[in-house]
Every structure is written in C-alpha cells, then in structure tokens.
C-alpha cells in the first residue's frame, strides 16, 4: 500500500501504521494469555458453535477445521463456518469467544443484518480495488499524459470501494461479538468472569478492524492529495 519514492503525505499514514502494529500485538498477546484459560463449562469450540446454531434454529452451515492461528471465519456462499485448530478444539475462554463471534456472523445473515449483506455485496469490487487501484493510480502519477489524471480518478474510485469495504466491516465485526457475547452470557456457556475475559480478546480483535479501515482512509486522502498537487 505504499508508493516506492517519498513525499510529506507519508507521515499521514505513520499514526496509523502504528496504530495497526499494535493491534496486532495486543490481539495476539490477548489471545495467547485467555487461550491459556479453561473455561468451565469444557467445550470446545466447535461445540458452542454447532450449539448456538441450534439454539438459534440454524440449519444448512457446517463447521469445519482449518490451519492456522486466527484464521477463523464464516464464508457464506458455501455456508461454512471454518475455525482454527486451536479454536475447534480448545476449550479455553479464548476458544469459545472466537467460535461464538463467528456464529455472531451467521446468526448475522440469518437475521438479515444490512451492512454485512452490504459488505457481501462489494466483496468482488473491493477484492479488484484493493489489487488494482495502486497500480493504476501510480500509472497516472508518473506519467504526464492527458489520460493521467483517468488513470489516476479511476484508481481512487476502485481504492475508495475498497475503504468502504473496511468502514462496513466495522459494525459488522462490532456486532458479531456483541451477539456473541450475549448468547454466551445468556445461555450460561460461559461464567460471567469468563465473558469479561472473552469479551477483552474480541476486543482486542475488533481492534485490527479499526486500525485497517483508519489506514485505508488515510491512504485514500492521500492518493486524492497527490492527485490534486497535478492540477
């Protein structure tokens, strides 16, 4: 996401950088230390989440296991719910609060919740954006043709589907764990001591989110910068 050549706009993007340096350590720390906690109730995570589908009369998803640390997630055009090794088959409060988030998402789509059917709906553009907006962008800024100011418009338009992207993904990934946790607490699958320890990795988590949509919008500012220092 960075231009190979400097200018002054890069320090707009250097809090953020920071930003998103941290989150990633603390949910990694966070995870790593609430991983290390058996929950009482000693299921495990592939248990909570074929529960809560159940409870919540979801049919037609399955749960599978996959490599990986943190690589949990829901994909719902196969209507499968993948879970890391450790998630599937721990039984710590780590565990449990990450496969519940993930049920978060397909309780989401069963409920017909707007922005993750939004953010479902610009996948294909924001996966195009994300790829093809610098490339072209960059096309635009070294040349000084009459067609640079396109290449360039056109790369901040496919960029700026891909910051929405991120700006949907932030109540969606809030909501998911705020419906985690209370399914979690309502349902006595964890103690309430264990929610408090759940809901610090979730947020921790979310915490990625927030860093990645504040890095996409401030690189978005400064394309639209770079762009305006041609006229």
């Known amino acids: 996401m960075f231009f190979p050549f400097w200018d002054p706009t890069y320090l707009m993007i250097l809090p953020a950088l920071a930003l998103a340096m941290y989150a990633q350590w ?30 919540n009369g979801i049919t037609g998803v399955t749960i599978e296991e996959v490599p990986g640390t943190l ?68 096309i635009g800024l070294i040349f000084h043709s009459g067609v640079s100011h396109l290449f360039m418009d056109l790369g901040i338009a496919l960029f700026g589907v891909a910051v929405l992207f991120h700006v949907v993904t932030l109540p969606t990934e809030f909501d998911a764990s705020s419906r985690a946790l209370n399914e979690l607490q309502s349902r006595a699958l964890l103690a309430p001591g264990e929610v408090v320890m759940a809901r610090q990795v979730l947020s921790a988590a979310a915490l990625t989110y927030v860093a990645a949509a504040a890095m996409a919008a401030l690189q978005l500012i400064r394309m639209v910068l770079l762009r305006n220092s041609r006229d």
């Open 26 to 55: 603390k949910v990694r720390s966070t995870y790593q230390k609430m991983s290390e906690v058996p929950s009482a109730a000693g299921k495990t995570g592939r248990e909570v989440a074929q529960y809560l589908m159940q409870a």
């Open 71 to 138: 690589t949990d997630n829901y994909d719902p055009r196969s209507h499968t719910v993948h879970l890391s090794s450790d998630i599937y088959n721990g039984t710590s409060v780590a565990a449990i609060g990450v496969a519940a988030h993930e049920i978060g998402h397909v309780i989401q789509h069963a409920r017909g919740y707007a922005p993750i059917a939004i953010r479902d709906a610009i996948v294909p553009v924001a996966g195009i954006g994300s790829w093809a907006a610098f490339p072209l962008f960059f």
